[in-house]
Every structure is written in C-alpha cells, then in structure tokens.
C-alpha cells in the first residue's frame, strides 16, 4: 500500500517559495482541513503572500488529486467558531490536526509520512501511531534529489531561502522507534 504525505503548514509555504511544489504532485496527499485552512485558504485572499498564492494555485491545479481529510479538531474548531466566528486558530492546531487523522490512519493500517519542519512533531514523536514516518523538508528535497526530481536539494535550499530565510533545517528523517 502506498504511504499518504502529510504536509504540515511550514513545508507546504516552504515548497511554495522555492516554487517546489510541484514535488507534491509525485505523491499521494493528503493535506488535513486545520492545515486546508492555515495554507490553501489564505491564498485566495487579497494582498496574500506569494507563498500563500502559490500553495492556492497549486491546489486549485491539482485539487482532484489532493485529499483534504477531516479531523476531529477541525470539526471542534468549527463548533467553536458557531459560537464565536472570530476565533482564530489556535498554536499547534494544524499539527494537532495531523495527529488526528494519524490516530483515524492507525485504524485502517494506512502508513503515512508527515512531512514537517515544526519541532512539534520530534518533541511529540512517541505519541504517533507506529505506521507513520515523519519526514523534515530538508530531507524530502534529499529524497527528491536521489529520486532525480530536482537537480540539487542545495539549489532548492537556496530557492526556499530567498523567501524564507529562517524555514527549519531539520535534516533528518525520524522513524518511529528510531530516534526519541
């Protein structure tokens, strides 16, 4: 069975600055509705950033082959927002979302990779289920590169830094029972 790439928010703006992005389409995704919404939507918005615009675009080109999955802390967050429709997002809630669906992918015995660059995930590695692998963005663009996706993942460091020069460098690929 063919694993799932979750991608959090970070890696998703960090592919969208080095117009990278188009890695995903090599992948089966699924991208989580707290994360739909800390990335895709904000791109659809006037003045949104090249980033945002790009991860929009993208989606809307590929929205066929993109799942967007449903998760019980989007559906609390929703509920929330009945009652108060200015309430923002909360810190954590896109990588509280992937734990979700994580936890429903555990059930069907899906294996799944997180694509990452929060340290969230490493500090919170022993809570996720044992099929997931996560995966930092600095090692998906080495993947991509030995897979001959991209010419250099050092060229596509570069093309992310012009936009984001502080995106997370974690460089290495954590596998459950691996590493803690």
């Known amino acids: 069975m ?20 188009g890695l995903l389409a090599h992948f089966r995704v699924a991208i989580t509705d707290v994360v739909k919404e800390e990335s895709i939507d904000p791109g659809g918005l006037p003045g949104a950033s090249v980033e945002a615009g790009r991860i929009f675009q993208f989606y809307i080109a590929h929205s066929a082959t993109i ?3 449903p998760t019980q802390i989007g559906d609390l967050l929703a509920k ?3 009652q108060n429709p200015k309430a923002s997002l909360p810190n954590d809630a896109g990588e509280l979302s992937i734990q979700s669906l994580l936890i429903e992918l555990r ?6 990779v ?3 660059e ?3 995930f490493l500090r919170n590695a022993l809570f996720l289920p044992p099929t997931c692998s996560l995966i ?3 090692a998906f663009l080495l993947n991509a590169q030995k897979l001959k996706l991209i010419p250099s993942a050092e060229e596509a460091r570069s093309a992310i830094s012009q936009l984001r020069p502080t995106a997370h460098r974690e460089a290495k690929t954590i596998r459950r029972g691996t590493e803690r």
Request: without cysteine; charged residues 25%.
């Open 2 to 21: 063919k694993s799932i790439l979750i991608p959090d928010s970070g890696p998703l703006f960090s592919l969208a600055a080095g117009d990278l992005l």
């Open 67 to 69: 799942e967007i999955r």
């Open 80 to 82: 929330q927002r009945q």
């Open 107 to 112: 059930a069907t015995k899906d294996p799944a």
């Open 114 to 116: 997180v694509l990452f």
């Open 118 to 120: 929060d340290g969230w």
């Open 136 to 138: 930092s963005t600095e």
